[in-house]
Every structure is written in C-alpha cells, then in structure tokens.
C-alpha cells in the first residue's frame, strides 16, 4: 500500500506469486500448525511408549512364568491387550482437535486466528497496546474546523491541501479531500516534487507555489513561524482534534482541525478488557494533546504520542523487557512491524493487508470486543487441552495394569484384546467429544 504521493505500477508476479496466493498458501500452514503446548503431549509420548513395551514384555513374562494354565497363551494374550489399551492415539488428537474445533468457534464470532501459537499464547497476555486511529476510532476522520490566516480564501485553501493530498491512501488525506467536494471544488491541479515526510506530513510546488501540510513538527523543522498559531493548535488538540498546520510559500495560511471520531463499542470493550485485568496502553502519532483526550475519555491512563511507525516496535519490546506478555491492535500499514513484534498481533479487519498478514489474530468485524472474545475463546480452548490431555493420560494409566491382569488374583478378571480395541477407541471418542464442547462454549 503506497501511502507517500502518486506512483505508476507494472505487476511483475502473477499466479502463484501474487499476495492473494501467499495469503492462502499461509492460511493452509496456520491450519497445520502446532501449538506450544502439544510439545507436553510429545514429551509425554516419548516417555510413555517405551514405558508401554516394557510393561508389555513384563506382563508377558509373568504370566508365562507364574500364571495359570495354558500360560504361554494367557501371556501373549494379556500383552497384547496391554498393547492395544495403551495406543495414544487420544494423547495424538488432544491438542490438534480443540485447536481445530477453536478455530472454527473463532470464525463463527468474528475471530479469525492464524495460527495456533497465537490462541495459546493469548491466555497469557497481560499487557494490551491500542493504536488509536483505526482501532480505538471509526479511522475516518472529518475536517471540522478550518482557521484561515488573514489574507488567504478558505477554497483556495482547501485546493491547494486537496492537491497535496489527492495521490495519498491516508485516512487524513480522505478528510481534506472529502471537505473539497462538499466545498464544490473539482479543479485541483497536480503537485509536483512532491516529498513524504514520515510521521510530520507533505510538502510540494503547486502552480510555481511551494506548499506543505503537516504537523507542527514539519514546519519548525522548515524554520516556518507559528506565532499565535501555536496557541490556536493548543486549543483545537484540547477539544479532541487533530491539528494540520498548511503553509503557504513559507508563511502559515491555515490550521486544519480533523476529528476522529471514537467508535461506539470502544468505551465498552476497554471497560471489559480492564475487568480482565490487562494493562491498557494507548499509541498515537498524533500530538500528546490530541491523544489525552481520546484517553480520557476512555479511561486509558498510559498513553505514548508523537510516535513515529518504527517508535511502536520500540515500545512493544520495552514492554517485553519488563517480562510482560504483550499484544498489539493496530490496523495500518505503520502498525505491521510492532504487530509482528508483539507476542501476539491483532489486526482489525478493516484494516491494511500487511497489518492482517503480521497478526497472529484478526477481528473480522473490527470491533474491539472481539479481543475480550479472542481471550475467552483462548481460555476455554486451553482449558479444554488440558482436559484432553488429562482424560488420555489418566484413562492410560488405569487401562495398562487392568490390561496386564491386576485385578485377575482378586476377582478373576482379564481383559481381551477386544475389550481392550474397544476401549481404546472409547478414549479416543471421548477426547474428541470433549472438544467439540467448545462449538457451545459462551464466549
């Protein structure tokens, strides 16, 4: 996604190579992955089967050593059995189907998880970073107040903006552009040696005039004076906006104030997620003004502005230093770096493709509920792994000594090779019917 000025394109990968088809080939993959916790199950296998062939060798030569008549029979019967009863084909399907049930349950809310690392590792997180535009707000954001400088007409204004702006992708630019048309403005001539100052704004010449359009970092880096206009900015980022200073041939001809406004399930979904004891910490490339509002509006009292995109990868692995688990919710192209960083990476679904193929979890309907729901569902599927794995274990090591013919001296009792097939099937039944459980759960 270009987001820095006007660009012509020639498609060099078709096919196979194309993003779509990465997208699926890793879709696939995120299907076949492995959760950390099925490694227990692994441990426990290697451990486990060679325990069950000694057992069975051990049963085999006590019956045929000590065991009644015809012995040799009864030995190789009872070994068997020991064998068959013990099969972990249940310790196999423990993780595999609650991770394949889960994923299923996500798709059904709204929860689209990539990969089952992800689901696992989501239990554990502590610590939640919110970009603010796009997640925390509608991420379409309206140009609400225009101060024009003496000696400027507010449409000559709004052409000269909506001609730096139109060959960008960036919700800002929509605003300004958005303002034109409502304004009746359709003749926009191009900008040219146009430059993208990252996380400050756009300079251009347009019409032998030199513009530029940003914040109030790019215009004291270009020596431009603010004067009153500083005071006028303070204000409008005091009421929740965004604050755009445009220049004129080096002298500041109008500040722009863009709204943003916050989405209405926000407040309720950071109330949830403050009941689930996270730690809620707000990111922003807006003013330190603008993004307090926002955040006290929402209750969120740790808040990091002025960020440029690099910055908030920088502020996920300080987090991770202090031993915290973090996720991230970001939804742009300038959140996919900190996305893929965090231990868990969240992306709204309305958001840039490279914000969706960097998260771990996206949220189809971009609602920030969904990661109170992405929690529960990761809880409850944990939950029911260790469920699994505990049936599976337990049921093994009831069934190898009954198998081996321990109650035989007490109540006369062996258990066939039959019984002990149909038993092993059983196990297996019941670890999958304890997944499928989680089709129901309340999430």
């Not at 190789?76 to 394949?100: D, E, F, H, K």
């Not at 707000?137 to 449409?155: A, C, D, R, Y």
């Not at 052409?159 to 919700?171: F, I, N, Y």
């Not at 926000?266 to 004891?277: H, V, Y």
Request: hydrophobic share 50%; aromatic share 4%.
């Amino acid at each position: 996604t270009n987001q820095t000025g006007s660009f012509v394109m020639e498609a060099q990968s078709i096919g196979k190579e194309t993003l779509l088809a990465q997208i699926v080939k890793m879709v696939n993959e995120a299907q076949r992955s492995r959760a950390p916790i099925q490694r227990l199950a692994d441990q426990v296998s290697s451990y486990f089967v060679p325990a069950v062939i000694v057992s069975a060798v051990i049963t085999a030569i006590v019956w045929a050593l000590l065991g009644p008549q015809p012995a040799m029979t009864n030995s190789i019967v009872n070994a068997v059995a020991v064998l068959i009863i013990a099969c972990p084909c249940a310790l196999g399907l423990a993780t595999p189907m609650s991770v394949m049930v889960a994923t299923g349950r996500g798709a059904q809310i709204g929860v689209l998880v990539r990969n089952a690392e992800a689901l696992e590792i989501l239990e554990k997180v502590d610590t939640l970073i919110l970009d603010k535009t796009g997640t925390l707000t509608e991420g379409k954001p309206k140009l609400v107040s225009l101060n024009v400088s003496p000696g400027f007409q507010e449409n000559e204004v709004l052409r000269l903006a909506a001609s730096l702006e139109k060959g960008s992708e960036h919700p800002l630019a929509a605003s300004i552009l958005q303002a034109a048309r409502e304004k009746g403005i359709l003749n926009i001539p191009d900008a040219k040696d146009f430059q993208s100052i990252t996380g400050m704004g756009v300079i251009a010449r347009i019409e032998n005039t030199e513009v530029m359009l940003g914040n109030q970092k790019l215009l004291e880096s270009k020596q431009v004076s603010l004067n009153r206009e500083t005071q006028d900015g303070q204000r409008l980022r005091s009421e929740g906006q965004t604050v755009l200073y445009l220049s004129i041939n080096g002298k500041i001809a109008a500040l722009m104030g863009i709204a943003d406004p916050i989405k209405a399930t926000t407040p309720e979904a950071i109330q949830m997620l403050k009941a689930k004891g996270l730690k809620l910490v707000m990111v922003s490339g807006d003013h330190h003004g603008t993004a307090q509002v926002v955040a006290n509006k929402l209750g969120i009292e740790e808040v990091f502005a002025n960020v440029l995109p690099d910055q908030k990868g920088q502020i996920v692995k300080k987090l991770q230093a202090q031993g915290r688990k973090v996720a991230m919710a970001g939804d742009g192209v300038n959140d996919a770096p900190a996305l893929a960083l965090a231990d868990v990476g969240i992306a709204m679904g309305a958001g840039a493709d490279i914000a969706m193929q960097s998260a771990g979890v996206t949220l189809i309907q971009g609602d920030l509920r969904g990661i109170v729901k992405a929690i529960n569902l990761s809880q409850a599927t944990l939950r029911n792994i260790r469920q699994n794995l505990f049936f599976a274990f337990a049921y093994n090591v009831l069934g190898v000594p009954i198998a081996a013919g321990i109650l035989y001296p007490f109540l006369g009792v062996l258990l066939s090779p039959m019984i002990a097939s149909a038993a092993m099937s059983l196990s297996s039944v019941s670890v999958i019917g304890n997944a499928l459980r989680l089709r129901k759960v309340s999430i």
